[in-house]
Nanobody
Framework: QVQLVESGGGFVQPGGSLTLSCAAS????????VGWFREVPGKEREEISC??????????EYGDSVKGRFTMSRDKAKNTMYLRMNDLKPEDTALYYC??????????????WGQGAQVTVAS
């Protein structure tokens, strides 16, 4: 059974940093594509990062709004993925979800995701 559990959300001031974690079970995070998307009420889902699965040399893609500020990684031994967020801005406020497509060659569409972690950026 696939399960994803996010942690590490919270409140941070603009310019600050946070790291989200996502513990996975039921699959291996290095075998299939895994990533993060975020949602804000009234707006479309925004996919912000994805690492491709086995055989793709850890190819990682980022959304334009977070390039240079967010870094995604995964730990095979812990079967956990991470999202390091630096230089946070108020517009980064959202509910963040980790996901897997269940496929090593594509990040779309997200097939399983966690319950979400709230990140709030404000003064």
């Amino acid at each position: 059974q696939v399960q994803l559990v996010e942690s590490g959300g919270g409140f941070v001031q603009p310019g600050g940093s946070l790291t989200l974690s996502c513990a996975a079970s039921g699959f291996s995070v290095d075998f299939v594509s895994v990533g993060w998307f975020r949602e804000v009420p009234g707006k479309e889902r925004e996919e912000i990062s994805c690492i491709f699965g086995l055989g793709h040399n850890d190819r990682t893609e980022y959304g334009d709004s977070v390039k240079g500020r967010f870094t995604m990684s995964r730990d095979k031994a812990k079967n956990t993925m991470y999202l390091r967020m630096n230089d946070l801005k108020p517009e980064d406020t959202a509910l963040y979800y980790c996901f897997t497509s269940g496929d090593g060659s594509t990040c779309e569409p997200p097939r399983w995701w966690g319950q979400g972690a709230q990140v709030t950026v404000a003064s």
